[in-house]
């Protein structure tokens, strides 16, 4: 089973801010990562698929970059609606494993 | 409009069995690869199971195997997840989830999820 890290657990940011969200995979999964952002009481809502590709109706603001065994999430510019947990996952192999999330929170 | 649909969570006590639905609209559910996720409260997303879309080789995480049973009734647009044996520990929001084989086997629907409480 491949595991995956995610860095940091928690951040807090501003309006406007640059945020960047880190994931390690425990052996490398080529570009076989997936990030999902989670709101309070909502189902996960996928963001950024293959590592760099933004899923249909997701801002642009959002861009994913990584291969192997590294990638990174990163927000432009933080919008009030982005303040959520996000989750990256490997689709390399079954099961399909999450990380443990970042949450992102208001300043 | 693509959506999936839980159903048959609850309240049930330690040993006992639910059975959860999920009901697929919107698109080709034969054509597609399903999961359930659970989460439990407060804590991240786990993959309890998988199945092929013809129902072959399913995985089970250990925490549930030899204890769930996931099957799909394609005819029904309907997959299902037999919980026996249940612990304090699978108290759980479940979610059924679409695999994307377009979308590098990510998951792209999601259903509203429904709330698995075990408890005396």
């Known amino acids: 089973e491949i595991q995956m890290t995610q860095s940091p657990s928690s951040l807090s940011a501003s309006v406007g801010d640059r945020v960047t969200i880190t994931c390690r995979a425990s052996q490398s999964i080529s570009i076989y990562l997936n990030w999902y952002q989670q709101k309070p009481g909502k189902a996960p809502k996928l963001l950024i698929y293959?590592?760099?590709s933004l899923q249909s109706g997701v801002p642009s603001r959002f861009s994913g970059s990584g291969s192997g065994t590294d990638f990174t999430l990163a927000i432009s510019s933080l919008q009030p609606e982005d303040f959520a947990t996000y989750y990256c996952?490997?689709?390399?192999?079954?099961?399909?494993?999450f990380g443990p999330g970042t949450k992102v929170d208001i300043k | 409009e693509v959506q999936l649909v839980e159903s048959g969570g609850g309240l049930v006590q330690p040993g006992g069995s639910l059975r959860l639905s999920c009901a697929a609209s919107g698109f080709s559910f034969s054509s597609y690869e399903m999961n359930w996720v659970r989460q439990a409260p407060g804590k991240g997303l786990e993959c309890v199971s998988y199945i092929s879309t013809s129902g072959s080789a399913p995985y089970y995480a250990d925490s549930v195997k030899g204890r769930f049973t996931i099957s799909r009734d394609n005819a029904k647009n309907s997959l299902y997840l037999q919980m026996n044996s249940l612990r304090a520990e699978d108290t759980a929001l479940y979610y059924c989830a679409r695999e994307a084989t377009t979308r590098q086997d990510a998951f792209d629907i999601w259903g509203q999820g429904t709330m698995v409480t075990v408890s005396s």
């Open positions: 996952q490997q689709s390399y192999s079954t099961p399909r494993t």
């Open positions: 293959a590592a760099s």
